[in-house]
């Protein structure tokens, strides 16, 4: 049996607890395409994940992977420039130690991106989904093993995964940016293949809205630590599975996810100001 979670955030947190200054208050990880958000951070203090004991480092392609400490639209943040993602052979297990590091760093929210493609015929590439609940199709579960009772409980509870309060607080910022949102499912898989149509219409028939191949492992580890989420989707591509469902290109998900970046810049602009204060 490997080393326990808890011996691991512990080395992963006394490796940079000096670099990392004051406490934050608000944790951020983009997804892919989406890591420009970083540049707004103010006073920042960059820590490459190789330099965090015991840290997996990403590989994906436009994530760069490093921790950006600084000011955000008046809050202390901690963002994750660079996604972890199981199809880079990280194993569950790595990808929540990241979230319970940002947890350790203060954070009393939790703020996940990513890039998802449309599984619901209504979403257009380029809109901005506030995640409701999600599915997981990714066959795994970063709690697997042994359970360390002081991150959190054995069996915890998933009914409020996407705090209900704070996709209110999101919707409102939404609004007040003048950034009109969707509200829907978000279907996470293992990828890196993208899915069959026939999948596609499978998971759109399970209820899903938005499919991508992030965000759950990251949710259930959140749940795990009673850190309270907001999940925000970027629509990168169609993927409905239909008659006209077009071959998917890594270029023309960036492209959407940079437009859809600017979109979610101008809802956390507004967001970030109305989270209550971290507790932890
Ligand atoms: N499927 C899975 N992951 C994705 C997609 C998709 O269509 N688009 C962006 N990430």
């Not at 697997?144 to 705090?163: K, T």
């Amino acid at each position: 049996m490997s080393e326990n979670q808890l011996a691991r955030l512990d080395r992963a947190h006394a490796s940079i607890r000096q670099r990392a200054g004051a406490p934050c208050e608000i944790a951020i990880m983009l997804g892919s395409g989406l890591g420009q958000l970083a540049d707004a951070v103010t006073d920042a203090t960059i820590i490459p994940y190789a330099e965090i004991d015991g840290f997996p480092v990403s590989t994906a392609p436009g994530h760069k992977g490093q921790l950006v400490l600084g000011e955000l639209y008046g809050r202390r943040v901690v963002m994750m420039q660079g996604r972890l993602h199981l199809y880079e052979g990280w194993a569950p297990r790595d990808i929540a130690l990241a979230v319970y590091l940002l947890k350790r760093l203060g954070s009393g929210t939790l703020v996940v991106t990513n890039a998802a493609g449309g599984l619901n015929a209504d979403y257009q590439p380029g809109d901005v989904m506030l995640i409701e609940d999600h599915l997981n199709f990714t066959g795994v579960s970063p709690l697997v093993g042994p359970n360390d009772d002081a991150i959190g409980l054995r069996f915890p509870d998933l009914s409020r995964a996407y705090d209900p309060d704070l996709l209110k607080l999101a919707k409102l910022a939404s609004q007040r940016a003048s950034i009109p949102v969707r509200q829907g499912i978000y279907a996470g898989v293992l990828g890196p293949a993208l899915e069959t149509s026939a999948e596609r219409r499978f998971f759109r028939a399970s209820g899903g809205d938005a499919v991508g191949m992030s965000t759950v492992t990251e949710v259930v580890a959140a749940a795990h630590a009673a850190l309270p989420v907001i999940g925000i989707s970027a629509i990168t591509n169609a993927a409905t599975g239909g008659p006209d469902q077009q071959p998917d290109t890594i270029e023309d998900v960036f492209a959407h996810a940079a437009i859809c970046g600017r979109k979610i810049e101008a809802i956390l602009r507004e967001l970030l100001p109305a989270l209550p204060a971290s507790k932890n």
